[in-house]
């Protein structure tokens, strides 16, 4: 592997076992790959679609490598009336074998580019394409949701469907640390965190990010990275959820699922998030969390069953949920933030805090002590704030970004050691790692605390390490 290349290219995965995240998805098209075996299946195509940077093209040219494909790759924006569709890939896709024997395979990336309307005979070839293909045909598209609908209508009944969702912040920490690692560079924790929690689940712009900053260093701390603003994505997040619940009507609610920067998973997660501090009054709260839970049941259900099924998802996160607040006002931020401090152990005479037009900002007036700064850090990370470096403050924004990457991060390590001891306990058991963790660890940690002799005993059966032994007696 060259060491001159980027390193988003050095580390595209080579095989299933290196590609990060999405495990299901990756799964589903693994499956239908193999089911050409047997010859062409019913569907003769597969649509992967989410958003840029979370692995879709690398799977595709990972899993064809190790299934030994020929995999032949076009730009559909690139290539996108009829008859350049036909005379790139029309004799192609009658083939099932190249030259030397193997099996051929076209990929047809960056579908978002096919305009729906202009370039339609192309979308037309293509759908004529796959009705024939006596080869896998895959499609990849940074299309969310409903605008495939109409857009790809032709095409979607003839595909199997895949969505890739953007990589968990905790999956994100885990392969930058790898990376920097291989690399001979240290990072520190809260670093890989802010790199992570930036990248909004975009793993190659994380990569080149860690690049980016670690040029020409050994050790990459916090306030190496304050430079860096948040992707371009996310900026207009705030901007989407105030029009969500100032919104006088259902397509002034529902526009915001198109102009929003951030998948729709996502946007729902803000919603929720934000919610109750929005929509303070607490029947008009249940009102809306009960639309919520409504529409989180279609999107489960759309993703099993039909996909048209988001429409209704998408009609109650947003206008469902705006039409709920009549008399709210909103809880005022400066409160939650006091009372954050006040959970933390600190008296408030130890800060100044003061609203801008960003947030409230929450300025340390003396030395609070490594300690306490943690606690209080991890108690203003609960109501949404970070510390700004070189400011030396607090900022807690008017909107929360939603806490679950950073309760995924801070419980990275207690997970990774459930999972080590498991694994032990398993191999023990003859169980599956799943059980071990679901039924066996709760009631061995119970044992474990009862007393030093059965910690001993349990100590020497399953051989534990320090920090094995620290977590059964946490």
């Known amino acids: 592997m060259s060491t001159d290349q980027p390193w988003s290219h050095r580390y595209r995965p080579e095989s299933k ?10 799964d589903k098209l693994e499956a239908w790959l193999r089911s050409w075996e047997k010859g062409p299946p019913k569907k003769r195509a597969a649509f992967i679609y989410g958003p840029p940077g979370i692995g879709k093209t690398a799977t595709v040219q990972a899993l064809a490598a ?10 559909a924006s690139d290539s996108r009336s009829k008859n350049q569709i036909e005379e790139l890939i029309g004799k192609t896709a009658g083939q099932t074998v190249n030259v030397f024997g193997q099996r051929r395979m076209l990929l047809l ?11 339609r005979g192309g979308i037309t070839a293509i759908a004529d394409l796959i009705k024939t293909t006596m080869s896998p045909v895959v499609l990849v598209a940074t299309t969310i949701g409903e605008n495939m609908e109409e857009k790809f209508r032709s095409l979607l009944d003839k595909a199997v469907l895949i969505e890739f969702q953007p990589i968990p912040s905790y999956e994100v920490v885990e392969r930058l640390e790898r990376i920097a690692r291989e690399n001979g560079v240290t990072v520190h924790p809260e670093a890989l965190e802010t790199l992570a929690v930036k990248s909004q689940g975009d793993l190659r712009s994380a990569i080149n990010d860690l690049e980016a900053v670690a040029r020409g260093k050994t050790r990459v701390e916090p306030e190496d990275i304050e430079w860096m603003g948040e992707r371009d994505r996310q900026d207009y997040t705030p901007n989407i959820i105030n029009r969500i619940f100032s919104a006088r009507s259902l397509w002034e609610a529902r526009q915001t699922i198109s102009q929003s920067m951030i998948p729709y998973e996502d946007l729902f997660d803000w919603i929720y998030e934000n919610l109750p501090y929005i929509v303070d009054d607490p029947g008009e709260r249940l009102e809306a969390l009960s639309v919520l839970a409504k529409a989180d049941i279609y999107q489960n259900r759309a993703r099993s069953t039909d996909y048209r099924l988001l429409k209704y998802m998408f009609n109650l996160m947003t206008g469902g949920v705006a039409f709920t607040k009549k008399v709210s006002k909103g ?26 037009r960003e947030g409230v900002l929450v300025n340390p007036v003396r030395w609070l002590g490594r300690d306490k700064w943690g606690e209080l850090n991890g108690a203003i ?51 599956s790692t799943q059980e071990a963790v679901t ?23 399953l051989d534990l390490e320090d920090k094995e032994r620290e977590f059964l007696g946490s």
Not at 17 to 26: H, K, L, Y
Not at 109 to 119: F, I, K, L
Not at 331 to 356: D, H, W, Y
Not at 444 to 455: F, N, P, T, W
Request: proline letters at 3%; glycine letters at 8%.
């Open 17 to 26: 076992e290196d590609i990060q995240g999405n495990g299901e998805a990756v």
């Open 66 to 75: 190790e299934l030994s494909f020929d995999l032949m790759e076009v730009n």
């Open 109 to 119: 990336d960056e579908m978002e580019g096919v305009d729906g309307q202009r370039d």
């Open 439 to 461: 039924e066996t660890l709760p009631l061995l940690r119970i044992i474990y605390r009862s007393g030093q002799e059965a910690a001993d005993e349990i100590d020497a059966w």
């Open 331 to 356: 809880l005022g931020l400066m409160k939650q933030v006091q009372q954050a401090v006040l959970r933390s152990g600190l008296p408030l005479s130890n800060f100044q805090t003061s609203e801008t």
């Open 381 to 431: 990370r609960s109501v949404g704030g970070r510390w700004v470096y070189g400011q030396n403050v607090w900022l807690v924004p008017y909107l929360r970004e939603p806490q679950n990457k950073w309760r995924y991060i801070t419980t990275y390590n207690d997970r990774r050691k459930t999972r080590e001891v498991a694994a032990k306990l398993a191999q023990r058991t003859h169980t």
